[in-house]
């Protein structure tokens, strides 16, 4: 048997999770809720999660714009996701929601700004 302790962050419980493998059948015990169930089985098969960073803005107010990915990513896949993001510029203005970069490493997410930037000077 194969277990690991993990905490839920799917609600604010903060559930403290035992996800085991047992001849390939996976039992999470400790959640008060399914979210809980469900975030212990993603959690223990593949780690995602939400990369959030900032990119450099040509010709802006700012010189440079926070951005996340719009949905999660591999966590094994966060430094590459990180190295492309930090590859990257933008022209502005730059709007709130504004795709930066499609597709982000092949993952079927998009990097996202999470504030405008107004033209200006940098």
Known sequence: MNAREITCIRCPAGCRLTVAE???????????????????????????????????VISGARPLCPVKTAGEVRKADIKKVLAAIHESTVSAPVKIGQVIIKNVIGSGTDVVATRSIPSGTS
Do not use: D, F, H, W
């Open 22 to 56: 047992t001849e390939g059948t996976l039992t999470v015990k400790g959640n008060e809720c399914k979210l809980g169930e469900q975030y212990g089985r993603q959690e223990y098969a593949s780690p995602m999660r939400i990369v959030t960073s900032s990119v450099r």
